[in-house]
């Protein structure tokens, strides 16, 4: 017999360009089946649950969501909120009050834990109950994952800043870093890549947190890339740590900024860049060096949305709906790459998700661990998108100086 109720869909953690695919395509595909008397979605995620905040996205019309599905950020607002065991008791205690028969959270490493959460105390209570886990994060961070929905998109933006970067540098030279989200892993900050069209475009140098970061041998390779090209174009991720994985920014000051969760504030002060540019004008005699934090920049840009991405955000949504409903069945939905370039979505267990953290492979990580293979390119160029800008020179001869 189909399981009767709600639907409730709830948005967690920092937002993305197509996080709303993921939630119109749960939201549509849902309203397909009889057994679905209802299906609210929750404003500001889980703290929404517990606050009863719902809205009836029953009534919306198809036409409105499938506008809402193109803008970036998080339509039903999201919270940082980091559920305990009691937290999540409060969550289920709602759902179960209002019928909610189905529950769909997008979101990253811990809201997939706070599906997991939910799911067992629905468990314990007998009830009869699915819980799925959609994924989403810019950070690519996400276990038995290919990629997440909101990393191309992500990507895409940051391939499109360094090489709008590297025009610049090229045409007034000197040292350029950019500092690019990623507390563990360096997906995004690898994407910048892709600012390279040219054998001496920038970035020349990207440094990924899987790889020890060392203020000498950075300060000898912008060195070495500023002698060779006359200039320097650098990409480095927020979370790059030193051998003995102690963050370069809390080895460089004392005083950080922390959030609620005790985590160091990392590029959202602009303070990494900073302390770098100054390192480097300090231990060369490069005098044009200038730094920015990328930071929220990255995440919602509108107009600059990967294709790939949003339809792969729509699907996660879609499949959630119709493993839970049609299927009856509990997980977190993966992405699997199949051939190039073409994907299929996996259902697996939420304990195989929910707290892991994935990192860049070596093959996708140079020898000298400032820069990437050929490998991470061939990843990554089809999640940008089908239609990729670059940039073009002036090929024509010099002409004979006459004096």
Same mark, same amino acid.
């Given at each position: 017999m189909?399981?009767?109720?709600? $639907?409730?869909?709830?948005?967690?953690?920092?937002?993305? @360009?197509?996080?709303?695919?993921?939630?119109?395509?749960?939201?549509?595909?849902?309203?397909?089946?009889?057994?679905?008397?209802? /299906?609210?979605?929750?404003?500001?995620?889980?703290?929404?649950? #517990?606050?009863? +905040?719902?809205?009836?996205?029953?009534? +919306?019309?198809?036409?409105?969501?499938?506008?809402?599905?193109?803008?970036?950020?998080?339509?039903?607002?999201?919270?940082?909120?980091?559920?305990?065991?009691?937290?999540?008791?409060?969550?289920?205690?709602?759902?179960?009050?209002?019928?909610?028969?189905?529950?769909?959270?997008?979101?990253?490493?811990?809201?997939?834990?706070?599906?997991?959460?939910?799911?067992?105390?629905?468990?314990?209570? *007998?009830?009869?109950?699915?819980?799925?886990?959609?994924?989403?994060?810019?950070?690519?961070?996400?276990?038995?994952?290919?990629?997440?929905?909101?990393?191309g998109?992500?990507?895409?933006?940051?391939?499109?800043?360094?090489a *709008?970067?590297?025009?610049?540098?090229?045409?007034?030279?000197? /040292?350029?870093?950019?500092?690019?989200?990623?507390?563990?892993?360096?997906?995004l900050?690898?994407?910048?890549?892709?600012?390279?069209?040219?054998?001496?475009?920038?970035?020349h140098?990207?440094?990924?947190?899987?790889?020890?970061?060392?203020?000498?041998?950075?300060?000898?390779?912008?060195?070495?890339?500023?002698?060779?090209?006359?200039?320097?174009? $650098?990409?480095?991720?927020?979370?790059?740590?030193?051998?003995?994985?102690?963050?370069?920014?809390?080895?460089?000051?004392?005083?950080?900024?922390?959030?609620?969760?005790?985590?160091?504030q990392?590029?959202?002060? *602009?303070?990494?860049?900073?302390?770098? @540019?100054?390192?480097?004008?300090?231990?060369?005699?490069?005098?044009?060096?200038?730094?920015?934090?990328?930071?929220?920049?990255?995440?919602?840009?509108? *107009?600059?949305?990967?294709? $790939?991405?949003?339809?792969?955000?729509?699907? #996660?949504?879609?499949?959630?709906?119709?493993?839970a409903?049609?299927?009856?069945?509990?997980?977190?939905?993966?992405?699997?790459?199949?051939?190039?370039?073409?994907?299929?979505?996996?259902?697996?267990?939420?304990?195989?998700?929910?707290?892991?953290?994935?990192?860049?492979?070596?093959?996708?990580?140079? @020898? +000298?661990?400032?820069?990437?293979?050929d490998?991470?390119?061939?990843?990554?160029?089809?999640?940008?998108?089908?239609?990729?800008?670059?940039?073009?020179?002036?090929?024509?001869?010099? $002409?004979?100086?006459?004096?």
């Amino acid at each position: 017999m189909a399981l009767q109720g709600k $639907v409730v869909v709830a948005q967690g953690g920092g937002p993305t @360009a197509v996080i709303n695919q993921s939630l119109v395509g749960v939201v549509l595909e849902s309203r397909k089946f009889q057994q679905v008397t209802r /299906v609210y979605g929750a404003l500001h995620g889980v703290r929404g649950i #517990v606050d009863e +905040e719902f809205l009836d996205l029953t009534q +919306e019309t198809t036409n409105n969501l499938e506008k809402v599905a193109n803008t970036p950020g998080a339509a039903m607002l999201s919270t940082r909120d980091k559920p305990d065991e009691a937290y999540c008791r409060e969550v289920f205690k709602v759902l179960r009050a209002h019928n909610a028969r189905y529950f769909f959270y997008i979101g990253g490493n811990d809201s997939s834990d706070t599906v997991r959460i939910v799911n067992q105390e629905a468990d314990k209570a *007998g009830y009869e109950f699915r819980a799925i886990h959609i994924p989403k994060t810019i950070d690519n961070d996400l276990v038995l994952n290919d990629h997440t929905p909101g990393y191309g998109s992500a990507a895409r933006f940051v391939g499109q800043a360094f090489a *709008g970067v590297n025009l610049d540098n090229r045409s007034i030279p000197g /040292v350029y870093i950019g500092v690019v989200m990623g507390r563990h892993a360096g997906f995004l900050t690898a994407a910048a890549c892709w600012g390279q069209k040219y054998p001496d475009d920038g970035p020349h140098l990207i440094y990924l947190p899987e790889r020890p970061f060392s203020l000498d041998k950075f300060v000898a390779d912008v060195k070495n890339a500023y002698k060779k090209y006359g200039r320097c174009v $650098v990409a480095v991720s927020e979370g790059v740590v030193d051998k003995d994985h102690k963050s370069i920014m809390l080895k460089m000051v004392d005083n950080v900024e922390r959030d609620a969760h005790g985590n160091v504030q990392l590029s959202g002060t *602009g303070m990494l860049g900073d302390l770098l @540019a100054n390192y480097i004008k300090k231990h060369t005699d490069i005098k044009r060096v200038r730094a920015d934090t990328f930071g929220y920049l990255q995440r919602s840009f509108l *107009g600059c949305v990967s294709d $790939v991405d949003q339809q792969e955000a729509r699907e #996660v949504g879609e499949k959630a709906a119709q493993f839970a409903i049609w299927e009856d069945r509990d997980g977190s939905i993966t992405i699997r790459r199949t051939g190039y370039y073409s994907v299929d979505y996996k259902l697996v267990n939420l304990e195989e998700v929910a707290g892991k953290t994935r990192i860049m492979p070596d093959e996708f990580i140079n @020898a +000298e661990g400032n820069h990437v293979t050929d490998a991470f390119r061939f990843y990554v160029r089809p999640l940008l998108g089908s239609s990729y800008p670059v940039g073009h020179r002036i090929r024509a001869p010099r $002409v004979a100086k006459l004096l």
